[in-house]
């Protein structure tokens, strides 16, 4: 027996490695010191310009989106997907990122699958200034079923001690502003599809009115990156929150101090159509789907009266539209979601 016999082409696996270090070499910068190769990427630190630097790190997936991408062939906006959760997790706590790392697991490898999602992580990641500096592919078809396979990135980003956002200095009286999603990112995709394909009977290639693109298209949406306002506003603002899964009241949570309380209008924040398709064809509470999905707020802003205008500004200067939608007033840490639709 040979490693090929049991299942593991080692020279694909090679061929495919090659590949990705050219299409990595995109995203590189000045401070990667070697190209991707030997036992790690190399980025240099020095000069950054930080009084007192702290690194800020992050790993995620992207979930059973991946089972959508393969109903419908169409894989590059995964690359997209994972570099921006990323990214957009870090700069919430005010860091700019450095540099980013790649995990493709798979049962076996398909270099054209690859090299695509691999080419939009490259595309993401140049227009942040975030090189790709190494990762790993994986071939193991007794782990996952044919056709199978998954995706992680992590990322390290940098922010000066005294600059961190972490939410503590959010009080009473400041205001909550609302970035728009455009439908699911990266989060609920379990129960979407269920509702959509296993409960509803509708295919990847259905169009819903008032949807004029196929079901499989609007699903594929790659996540926002909203590390472009965040840059601009991260010096005045007192706190961000990345909405992900668990939607507004999970993530807003987190960042909130022992003695505030969040109150967020819902009938300010449009809800993309997506939303309410899933939730006609699942039968879904809109409790529910308030709990799991981001229902049109991606980003959660929280911001002193004295900044509110300026924040705004800068928001819309970096060509997002932002939605007052709500305020922190003193009680028990929790947030409170005012005008959730029957």
Same mark, same amino acid.
């Given at each position: 027996?040979?490693?090929?016999?049991?299942?593991?082409? &080692?020279?694909?696996?090679?061929?495919i490695?090659?590949?990705? =270090?050219?299409?990595?070499?995109?995203?590189?910068?000045?401070?990667v &010191?070697?190209?991707?190769g030997?036992?790690?990427?190399?980025?240099?630190?020095?000069? *950054?310009?930080?009084?007192?630097?702290?690194?800020?790190?992050?790993?995620?997936g992207? !979930?059973?989106?991946?089972?959508?991408?393969?109903?419908?062939?169409?894989?590059?906006?995964?690359? *997209?997907? %994972?570099?921006?959760?990323?990214?957009?997790?870090?700069?919430?706590?005010?860091a700019k990122? *450095?540099?980013?790392?790649?995990?493709?697991?798979?049962?076996?490898?398909?270099?054209?699958?690859?090299?695509?999602? &691999?080419?939009?992580? =490259?595309?993401a990641?140049?227009?942040a200034?975030c090189p790709?500096?190494?990762?790993e592919?994986?071939?193991?078809?007794?782990?996952?079923?044919p056709?199978?396979f998954?995706i992680?990135?992590?990322?390290? !980003?940098?922010?000066?001690r005294?600059?961190?956002?972490d939410?503590?200095?959010?009080?009473?009286?400041?205001? +909550?502003?609302?970035?728009?999603?455009?439908?699911?990112h990266?989060? !609920?995709?379990?129960l979407?599809?269920?509702?959509?394909?296993?409960? =509803?009977?509708?295919?990847?290639?259905? %169009?819903?009115?008032?949807l004029?693109?196929?079901?499989?298209?609007?699903?594929?949406?790659?996540?926002?990156s909203?590390?472009?306002?965040i840059?601009?506003?991260s010096?005045?603002?007192?706190?961000l929150?990345?909405?992900?899964?668990?939607g507004l009241?999970?993530?807003?949570?987190?960042?909130?101090?022992?003695?505030?309380?969040?109150?967020?209008?819902?009938? +300010?924040i449009p809800?993309?159509?997506i939303?309410d398709?899933?939730?006609?064809?699942?039968?879904?509470?809109?409790s529910e789907?308030?709990? +799991?999905?981001?229902m049109?707020?991606?980003?959660? %802003?929280?911001?002193?009266s004295?900044?509110k205008?300026?924040v705004?500004?800068?928001?819309k200067?970096?060509?997002?539209?932002?939605?007052?939608?709500?305020y922190?007033?003193?009680?028990?840490?929790?947030?409170?979601?005012?005008?959730?639709?029957?």
């Open positions: 027996m040979d490693y090929r016999e049991a299942g593991v082409d &080692v020279s694909v696996g090679n061929k490695a090659k590949n990705i =270090a050219k299409i990595a070499r995109k995203s590189h910068n000045h401070r &010191v070697k190209e991707l030997g036992f790690g990427g190399f980025f240099s630190i020095k000069g *950054l310009g930080y009084n007192s630097p702290v690194l800020v790190s992050s790993a995620d992207i !979930g059973t989106k991946l089972l959508i991408a393969r109903k419908a062939g169409v894989y590059r906006n995964l690359g *997209l997907d %994972i570099v921006h959760h990323c990214i957009n997790d870090i700069a919430c706590c005010g990122p *450095l540099f980013f790392l790649d995990y493709f697991a798979s049962s076996v490898l398909n270099a054209e699958t690859v090299e695509t999602i &691999v080419g939009g992580m =490259a595309d990641l140049k227009e200034d790709l500096v190494g990762g592919t994986a071939e193991m078809p007794d782990l996952y079923s056709g199978d998954d992680a990135g992590f990322i390290v !980003g940098v922010v000066d005294e600059s961190i956002i939410g503590s200095a959010i009080k009473p009286g400041d205001s +909550v502003i609302i970035l728009p999603s455009n439908g699911l990266t989060n !609920g995709f379990t979407a599809r269920k509702a959509l394909f296993d409960k =509803a009977g509708l295919s990847i290639t259905s %169009i819903i009115p008032p004029n693109n196929t079901l499989g298209e609007e699903l594929l949406k790659p996540h926002i909203y590390l472009n306002p840059l601009k506003i010096r005045l603002v007192n706190g929150a990345h909405i992900t899964g668990g009241k999970d993530n807003i949570s987190r960042i909130l101090p022992d003695n505030c309380r969040a109150i967020i209008d819902l009938s +300010v809800i993309p159509p939303f398709i899933i939730q006609k064809a699942g039968s879904i509470e809109m789907m308030y709990k +799991v999905f981001n049109g707020a991606g980003l959660a %802003i929280v911001v002193g004295d900044k205008e300026e705004l500004e800068l928001i200067d970096s060509g997002f539209e932002p939605m007052e939608a709500g922190i007033t003193s009680g028990e840490r929790e947030v409170i979601l005012e005008g959730i639709p029957s």
